[in-house]
């Protein structure tokens, strides 16, 4: 829990950064941003209780006494962790990474006497995620209520929040009432020491189609319009690929009853691999897929998978959105297509498979031109929204 500290090669001082909380280090989008704050060369402290480091998806704590459980574990972290931050020396900025909404409420008396920026990534907003995308309570729920109001709390008690994509921040905006532009975006990014780019040999025809999904089976994915759009292949279209489907969660288990109700043979089904043995299966793929979901989440979001398919490279099928049409739009090794709908994913494997057979080289150049946000970019993007905030308060104070 001990704050630790690191250093660029030169000190900036104006841009001395404290990442704050019991934020989660399994999520790769904590890790670009801590490793993108080091490599732009802003001086990082980190002031961290780590709680989470035993569970993988926070919607897996279904039981009221897991929910207790870690609620206790992270009202006996704070008295330390609170002493920790008393202790760190003169900074400019305070990050709440994800998940940062409680930390940020609790702290605010600590950051506003210090006189520091705070910035707070509502990476995964819990009352969007929770009422919204997986439909865990309804919007009328006494619970929906007191998690929104402390989440509204949370965001207005910071100098700014940030966001994924800029769509998703104009989203979050209308969500609680907030200044229009007030939000700002920082791409979640790849770990590119982890996802390479890997020689591609695109296929031929020569054998049956290799088509890959991995995730955690939360609704956004659109785990159950893939699985109906496996069922309408294997019925009705002439490609019939092999398909690799990896991960569990939300609703694997339907996704499994289903599978074996339907009696599809032409499914590997893995339950989990480890992270760095992901980029292996993305580079053995032909195809990869990635999200299918209608939610206003899903609509607004580019999720990790994305960027780590096309950090590999490799062909990518996916919904056509707001939130991925921020980032790239069709192209020969790119197909978008109409979410939620098995029968546009089929058609658009088919159309994508055509093309790489008929078209290798100009799918191959494609790949090679795929972009990749690393955390130097991701660190570049925490900068600007650092200088934006430092401007605003400069303004304000006048």
Not at 114 to 122: A, C, H, I, Q, S
Request: net charge positive; proline share 6%.
């Amino acid at each position: 829990m001990k704050g630790r500290r690191y250093y660029a090669n030169e000190r900036n001082e104006e841009f001395s950064v404290v990442f704050l909380g019991s934020y989660d280090k399994g999520k790769p989008r904590v890790r670009n941003l801590l490793e993108g704050a080091f490599s732009s060369g802003l001086e990082v402290i980190e002031c961290n209780a780590d709680i989470w480091s035993d569970v993988v998806d926070k919607a897996q704590l279904a039981t009221p006494g897991l929910r207790l459980l870690y609620l206790l574990k992270w009202l006996i972290s704070r008295p330390k962790l609170i002493v920790n931050y008393c202790r760190i020396p003169r900074h400019k900025a305070v990050i709440f990474p994800y998940p940062g909404i409680l930390d940020a409420l609790l702290f605010y008396p600590f950051t506003r006497a210090r006189r520091v920026w705070t910035v707070l990534d509502g990476f995964i907003s819990p009352y969007d995620t929770v009422v919204n995308d997986r439909k865990l309570v309804s919007p009328t729920h006494p619970i929906a209520k007191v998690i929104y109001h402390i989440e509204a709390l949370a965001v207005k008690s910071v100098d700014t929040v940030v966001l994924d994509t800029p769509v998703h921040a104009r989203y979050f905006e209308k969500l609680f009432n907030l200044p229009l532009n007030s939000v700002e975006s920082i791409p979640v990014g790849v770990e590119q020491e982890v996802f390479k780019r890997a020689a591609y040999h695109p296929w031929r025809g020569d054998k049956r189609l290799e088509v890959l999904f991995f995730g955690q089976f939360i609704p956004l994915q659109g785990t159950s319009t893939i699985l109906d759009a496996i069922r309408l292949s294997d019925e009705c279209s002439s490609l019939k690929p092999n398909w690799t489907i990896i991960g569990q969660g939300q609703e694997s288990k339907e996704f499994d009853r289903r599978l074996i109700e339907y009696k599809l043979g032409s499914v590997k089904r893995i339950k989990w691999v480890s992270y760095d043995q992901l980029p292996r299966y993305i580079a053995s793929a032909d195809i990869c897929l990635g999200i299918f979901g209608k939610s206003d989440k899903a609509l607004n979001v580019i999720p990790n998978k994305v960027y780590q398919i096309l950090a590999v490279g490799r062909p990518l099928l996916t919904a056509k959105t707001p939130g991925m049409l921020s980032l790239s739009q069709s192209s020969p090794a790119i197909e978008l297509v109409k979410p939620g709908d098995p029968l546009a994913i089929v058609q658009g494997l088919e159309k994508l498979a055509h093309r790489i057979v008929h078209n290798p080289g100009e799918v191959q150049n494609n790949i090679a031109w795929m972009p990749i946000i690393d955390s130097r970019k991701v660190g570049a993007e925490l900068e600007r929204v650092l200088r934006s905030v430092s401007r605003d308060k400069k303004c304000n104070s006048n």
